[in-house]
């Protein structure tokens, strides 16, 4: 059982460069989330998806895309690559099972630097 | 969301017991709280929660104050492996079912050999 599974695990963009970060869980899971952690802080969420075709935003959706066609994979885009974009990504899924309760499992992260 | 406060740091040794602390004074009767924890270079992981009793699971306890307005996580046997950033993370039991997670600066525990 792989879990979260995320790839690449190092980048290196150049300004204006595009990409997408491949997130795939193999827990028939339901929700999927798109957090980001700059250096000496704590998580930051930028999409989040409850099943497949619906996605939301989260507290930094800006300069990012996902869509979500299947429930195994949840890719983030990066459409035109800032400094600012300089991050450990991180892709968790969970159950769904609301009520307070919901435990999410992360995945090992994407290093990604834009210079 | 619930403010949370946690220590910026603690140590321990090896094969001790560790009492991490969480303030949540403005915890709302319905909030659970999670416990993760984030090893280095590794992406978080789940640790514990609970609403109003002590819970006890395979990782670790969790003691939450009868008022609710603080609670600790309990290691009871550390070891090296367990060196990590601790996260406390109040959760609306009656909020968005996405569980959305609000993590703040943690507290960074280091075990000696």
């Known amino acids: 059982n792989a879990g979260v599974t995320q790839t690449p695990k190092f980048r290196i963009l150049k300004i204006g460069q595009s990409m997408t970060l491949q997130c795939a869980q193999d827990?028939?899971?339901?929700?999927m989330y798109w957090y980001r952690q700059d250096p000496g802080m704590g998580l930051k969420l930028i999409y989040y998806?409850?099943?497949?075709?619906?996605?939301d935003k989260g507290e930094v959706p800006n300069g990012y895309n996902v869509s979500r066609s299947t429930t195994e994979d949840f890719p983030l885009r990066l459409e035109l690559a800032a400094p600012s974009q300089t991050s450990v990504y991180f892709c968790?899924?969970?159950?769904?099972?609301?009520?307070?309760?919901?435990?999410?499992?992360f995945g090992a992260g994407t290093r990604l630097s834009v210079l | 969301d619930a403010k949370t406060t946690q220590p910026n740091s603690m140590e321990s040794n090896e094969e001790e017991p560790v009492h991490l602390p969480c303030n949540h004074s403005?915890?709302?009767?319905?909030?659970?709280i999670h416990w993760y924890r984030q090893l280095p270079s590794q992406g978080p992981e789940y640790v514990i929660h609970?609403?109003?009793s002590n819970v006890n699971n395979r990782m670790a306890s969790l003691a939450i104050a009868e008022d609710r307005k603080s609670s600790t996580l309990i290691l009871h046997r550390a070891t090296l492996r367990d060196a990590a950033v601790y996260y406390c993370?109040?959760?609306?039991?009656?909020?968005?079912?996405?569980?959305?997670?609000?993590f703040g600066q943690g507290t960074i525990l280091t075990v000696h050999p």
């Open positions: 993370i109040p959760i609306s039991r009656g909020g968005t079912s996405y569980g959305k997670l609000t």
């Open positions: 403005t915890i709302s009767g319905t909030d659970y």
């Open positions: 998806s409850v099943g497949a075709g619906i996605t």
């Open positions: 827990m028939n899971h339901n929700y």
């Open positions: 968790a899924s969970s159950y769904g099972e609301g009520g307070g309760t919901n435990i999410q499992y």
């Open positions: 609970g609403l109003t």
